[in-house]
């Protein structure tokens, strides 16, 4: 069964810079959600989108941004990075916001800052 | 704010113990509540999720959790584990009634099976 992706996997930015993070839901979600995994940390909610509109907003800094697209496909635009940015970022999918829905992961990207 | 608890950070167990994992969320709504897995290296997986009806679900691999509404707990059961389960186990809920339904993760608990 097709799962979510993320790419890319593995990103190395230095302090400054920016990063897109992109997440291909599974077919016929129109639900996405971003993640946010420090070391040894638990994930916690960023940002989500139903039917190419932002859902729900988190702790997400200023300097990200995201838009999820016709294709709902979405990107996580991330600018200015700090050392703190540096995280395993999960995308998730589901279908619909009934409210029994389940949320599908991917395998994340893995972002460090130097 | 709502939040949820694994009290367990590590647990190590032999082949063939049981195994329980604690859960705990406050919020005094309804929730819907699930537990994911997630192996070395590889993505979050859902063991298991209870949206209403019975308390007592059953998942994938022999899991099965048992909702205690008048305690806000949610614990993850299996009563042989294998070396196979080593893993992070994180306990979610999400609120109802809700806009989304975002995901509050729990801290995790890494789970090591000694063969």
């Known amino acids: 069964a097709a799962g979510v992706i993320q790419s890319p996997r593995h990103l190395i930015k230095e302090k400054r810079e920016t990063a897109t993070l992109k997440c291909y839901p599974i077919p016929r979600h129109d639900t996405v959600y971003w993640y946010q995994q420090g070391p040894g940390q638990d994930p916690q909610f960023l940002i989500s989108f139903y039917e190419k509109m932002q859902s729900d907003k988190g702790s997400i800094p200023d300097r990200f941004s995201a838009q999820q697209f016709s294709d709902y496909h979405s990107e996580l635009n991330m600018s200015s990075l700090e050392l703190g940015d540096s995280a395993l970022y999960f995308c998730?999918?589901?279908?619909?916001?009934?409210?029994?829905?389940?949320?599908?992961f991917g395998p994340g990207t893995r972002l460090t800052v130097l | 704010a709502q939040s949820v608890s694994q009290h367990n950070h590590h647990v190590i167990l032999s082949e063939a113990a049981s195994l329980e994992l604690g859960c705990n969320y406050s919020?005094?709504?309804?929730?819907?509540l699930f537990w994911y897995v997630q192996y070395p290296g590889q993505h979050l997986q859902l063991l298991l999720k209870?949206?209403?009806?019975?308390?007592l679900v059953k998942g994938i691999k022999g899991f099965e959790a048992e909702f205690i509404k008048s305690k806000f707990s949610f614990n993850l059961r299996k009563p042989s584990v294998q070396w196979s389960d080593t893993a992070e186990y994180f306990c979610?809920?999400?609120?109802?009634?809700?806009?989304?339904?975002?995901?509050?993760f729990g801290t995790g608990t890494r789970l090591k099976v000694l063969a």
């Open positions: 998730a999918s589901s279908f619909g916001t009934s409210g029994t829905d389940t949320q599908y």
């Open positions: 209870y949206f209403s009806g019975d308390p």
């Open positions: 979610a809920v999400s609120l109802l009634p809700s806009g989304t339904y975002k995901y509050i």
């Open positions: 919020y005094g709504g309804t929730v819907n």
